[in-house]
């Protein structure tokens, strides 16, 4: 299976793709795993992607693409994957369409995560991680039993510079912007298919999992 996930910061895209991973063993592709794993590197990359992202930006489409095209060419992606975060403009789906023929492979679904701009603002902007192993917790659906402190290191508690409130409206509404014409790009191909994102994760997996199943159905 060839997928991608697109959905608006928050939507809960990352999660379904690390449940499919689980379940079906196909590799889920975060773009900002990688960014973040770059940026904690101090990479040539990650140190060019550390400005865009502290800024609530896009990160420019030439290093998106090289990443995306780079990981997909790895052993444990050729038999499928899962894309989280790409892509998010049209160039970026115009260079993905060019990868995916070169290596004749095809997209077998596209899933759109729908979800409101309030119910990502509470979803994100109440996320905190701990300095020293990274648990993450949320003031409202995980909150730690002291405040401010990991329950499992005792360490301190801090808000990511992109989970800021500030910084998650910039980021909505640089998604709207760019992210949108990927949406209708896709949406007028036969792959295209809206996932309801509102629920919690269990039901929303059963949502994607019965839409990937139907679409694999149909390919068959």
Not at 23 to 52: F, H, N
């Amino acid at each position: 299976m060839n997928l991608i996930f697109l959905g608006a910061p928050g939507a809960g895209k990352g999660t379904q793709a690390r449940l499919l991973q689980e379940r079906e063993g196909i590799p889920q592709v975060s773009t900002g795993d990688m960014l973040r794993a770059a940026m904690v590197e101090g990479s040539p990359v990650g140190k060019r992607a550390k400005e865009y992202v502290e800024q609530g930006a896009l990160v420019p489409d030439d290093v998106m693409i090289a990443l995306i095209e780079e990981r997909l060419v790895r052993p444990d992606a050729r038999r499928g994957f899962v894309l989280d975060g790409f892509p998010r403009t049209l160039p970026q789906a115009e260079a993905l369409d060019r990868m995916l023929e070169r290596a004749g492979r095809v997209l077998d679904a596209v899933l759109y995560f729908d979800i409101s701009d309030e119910t990502i603002l509470r979803r994100l902007t109440g996320r905190w991680v701990c300095r020293k192993a990274g648990h993450i917790y949320h003031l409202e659906y995980n909150p730690p039993k002291a405040p401010g402190q990991c329950d499992a290191d005792g360490s301190e508690l801090y808000q990511r510079v992109d989970d800021r409130p500030e910084t998650v409206r910039h980021r909505l509404d640089v998604y709207h912007r760019e992210t949108q014409p990927v949406v209708e790009f896709y949406r007028r191909r036969g792959v295209f298919a809206t996932i309801d994102a509102e629920g919690d994760i269990e039901d929303v997996s059963r949502k994607v999992l019965g839409t990937i199943r139907a679409r694999m159905e149909l390919r068959a």
